[in-house]
């Protein structure tokens, strides 16, 4: 069968397929088929949840599947490969760029290269290169205060100064172990082109690091064993887990999302050959396929306008719209820094939903050369939070009051089912407060994802640097909507409901009761075994694979 013919089969193929499962799931939704009830419908379980609910089972299992597989992956790797480790950094907190540095110098891997690119090149940013200097050692790095970038000139330069510029940079990262930059600031995507750029051909493999993140000493050589086992795998990203972890409620709780997220979910992925998202903290690329769409990655646009957040999931996206694989491994991780204060994790949440749903039309049209799980979990992942918006205006509005407090229990319910599979699969009691997120995403991720949909091109870094930070109050805008709109149905259905029945009454107090007891459990077991521990430094609650 001739390529092409195969090929537009494929397209039909998967395209059909992406509509028979949006509208498998939207006729369950809109007809509410239910397969048991009670009288009047107080308790009722339809083929809307059992789709939500086989779904969560599948992605557990292959997720399971997955980890089993990765236990058994011994083979011992090539070490005559060549690996870069290029660090992007932005006014970074000295304390964090310390610690990520002293990683990297305990990464057990010969011969590795390390480029560290700064954004910003001004006096401010100059103390990232005494930092450097003073952890990797003088004598066997090099540097240079570039005034401009690739792709823009800095203030005062020439034709003739740029040329050289470019050439130093070049001879810098090519010719030393450890290379520092500080260039004219364009965004992190900028800083990652010149690491890349300047690199060239001239290595195997490229790491990928954010400066606030502590590396395990084996992350490069688990990674680079992936790489060498399949040549089908373009890229391969690592276990990301929390630095700050006990810092604050809102890093302990992102801590258990971050494990949740990488070890059900992209693992799940994983199993499949396609990771859609390789995380910026901990990632590794064959380096012949990144520089085949260097150019093309970094100027992507969107609706006219260039695109500049969303790099590494644009960068995993690019090496599966070649038709490569895309993995996860548990056996690499490493530790990162997370927003500890709400205004700033919503900003950051805001900005991953916008290339989210960015890179989501980017990678449909590559369904067609992957795994036909990659175009089910895409479609129930994309379009579940409309279904979910839908769903409670639906209950706050033109419920009842029992069918409101019957949503808040099912949505826990759901919760504590993942938590308690999450706390088998890690071995860790820690992981039942999983299901504490699920108020964070019902009361602030929904609104956002809408937020990011309606400012989609608006561009920046999203969070500030960890040096300064800088209080946005943008972000809680849409989540003042969203709590006022969810008050005014529930006062609403509360006023305009007739008279409560006997039975109705008793499943109220019920599920009442119920509903405080789960809040009274997970607040007692809060205080005992997180609460005692939250404010402390990380260094202090001791970390299993870093002295930092």
Known sequence: ??????????????????????????????????????????????????????????????????????????????????????????????????????????????????VMVVDGNGPDDT??????????????????????????????????GLREGLARVQALVRGNTYSCILQKWGGKREVMYTAFRALGDSVDYVQVCDSDTVLDPACTAEMLRILEADPRVGGVGGDVQILNKYESWLSFLSSVRYWMAFNVERACQSYFGCVQCISGPLGMYRNALLQQFLEDWYHQTFLGSKCSFGDDRHLTNRVLSLGYQTKYTARSKCLTETPTRYLRWLNQQTRWSKSYFREWLYNALWFHKHHLWMTYESVVTGFFPFFLIATVIQLFYRGRV?????????????????????????????????????????????????????????????????????????????????????????????????????????????????????????????????????????EQCGLAFAEV
């Not at 059909?16 to 006729?27: K, Q, R």
């Not at 003088?138 to 792709?151: A, L, P, T």
């Not at 909507?481 to 109220?508: I, K, P, R």
Request: charged letters at 15%; proline letters at 2%.
């Open 127 to 160: 103390y990232m290169l005494d930092i450097f200097h003073d952890v990797m050692g003088s004598d066997r790095s090099g540097s240079y205060v570039w005034r401009s970038n690739f792709h823009e000139w800095g203030e005062g330069e020439t034709e003739a």
């Open 402 to 538: 029992w069918n409101i407090l019957l949503f808040l229990l099912t949505v826990q319910l759901v919760g504590v089912i993942k938590a308690t599979y999450a706390c088998f699969l890690r071995g860790s009691a820690e992981m039942i407060f999983m299901s504490l997120y699920a108020l964070l995403y019902m009361s602030s991720l929904l609104p956002a994802k809408l937020f990011a949909i309606a400012t989609i091109n608006k561009s920046g870094w999203g969070t500030s640097g960890r040096r300064t930070v800088v209080v946005n109050f943008v972000g809680l805008l849409p989540v003042s909507v969203w709590v006022a709109v969810l008050l005014g149905g529930l006062a609403y259905t509360a006023y305009s409901q007739d008279l409560f029945s006997e039975t109705e009454v008793a499943f109220l107090i019920s599920g009442a009761i119920l509903y405080a007891c789960y809040w009274v459990a997970l607040f007692t077991l809060y205080l005992a075994i997180v609460a005692r521990r939250c404010g402390k430094r990380q």
């Open 1 to 114: 069968m001739p390529v092409s013919l195969s090929t537009a089969l494929r397209v039909v193929g998967t395209s059909l397929f992406a509509l028979a499962v949006l509208g498998g799931i939207l006729a369950a939704y809109v007809t509410g088929y239910q397969f048991i009830h009670t009288e009047k419908h107080y308790l009722s379980f339809g083929l809307y949840g059992a789709i939500l609910g086989l779904h969560l089972f599948i992605q557990s299992l292959f997720a399971f599947l997955e980890h089993r597989r990765m236990r058994g992956e011994g083979q011992p790797v090539r070490l005559g490969r060549s690996v870069a480790l290029c660090i992007a950094a932005y006014q970074e907190d000295p304390d964090y760029l310390k610690k990520c540095l002293r990683s990297v110098k305990r990464i057990a891997f010969p011969d590795l290269k390390v």
